[in-house]
């Protein structure tokens, strides 16, 4: 019962450093200025750990998770960021900025400040912290025909530069099932993104590919997308819940 309930205690602790599930996409210090549109004199981006003297756990168990975590690498933030210095500041692209930021997955809180200076000028910071990146993945199903379990590891931010992977093995129904999926949203640091997964399946095994380039702005003027798949074997193939 103590090996459970410190199990339980560990993933409900972890959970609370995963990304916040709503989008906040307002920038309260910057909305002052949009009228006048003052030109972005400088960019500041504020890396943060996923525990911070905010959380008061100690500074023993705030060093000890920081340490353990992957660290958001230098650029991956950056890449995000709608707009430069020597820019007039806009609304929307402050807004599609912190959409980006939220859409990565790999964040706890992210923020946009402004800070006006002279001559018509102003200096944007961007505050990112880190969201705790492995978490476990847990299903099980009961139904007449019988259980069905998976159990598996993802990796919401692979080496600390954004990327995605997780692999999973699972039960359905007698059949073993075994998985991998590997996300890059920004190929080569491009807008374009990446897709590949593969699964066999005992019976069979199947495998898809998904390229494509979204809308990442209400300025972009295209996107596209293409899928490949691949199935071999008699057994169709259930979701491994990746």
């Not at 494509?212 to 169709?236: I, V």
Request: aromatic share 6%; proline share 6%.
């Amino acid at each position: 019962m103590t090996i459970r309930l410190g199990l339980l205690a560990l993933l409900l602790f972890f959970h609370a450093l995963r990304p916040a599930t709503t989008a906040a996409q307002e920038v309260p210090t910057c909305e002052p200025l949009f009228a006048s549109a003052p030109v972005i004199d400088a960019i500041e981006v504020v890396h943060r750990p996923p525990l911070g003297d905010a959380d008061r756990l100690g500074p023993l168990k705030v060093a000890t998770v920081n340490r353990l975590h992957a660290t958001t690498q230098p650029g991956v933030i950056e890449r995000e960021l709608l707009f430069h210095r020597g820019e007039r500041l806009e609304a929307e692209r402050l807004r599609d900025t912190l959409r980006h930021l939220r859409a990565l997955g790999t964040l706890r809180h992210e923020e946009i400040r402004c800070t006006p200076l002279a001559d018509h000028r102003v200096r944007v910071e961007v505050v990112a912290q880190d969201a705790w990146a492995i978490e476990p993945i847990l299903d099980l199903q009961v139904v007449d025909a019988g259980t069905a379990w998976t159990v598996g590891v993802r990796d919401t931010n692979l080496g600390g530069r954004g990327k995605q992977l997780a692999a999973t093995y699972a039960n359905r129904f007698g059949d073993p099932q075994v998985a991998l999926r590997y996300l890059d949203p920004r190929l080569l640091g491009s807008w374009w993104q990446g897709s590949v997964e593969a699964a066999d399946t005992g019976g069979g095994e199947s495998g898809t590919l998904v390229f494509g380039r979204p809308f990442y702005s209400l300025e972009t003027p295209w996107g596209a997308s293409l899928s490949l798949a691949h199935q071999r074997g008699d057994e169709a193939r259930v979701d491994e819940g990746v």
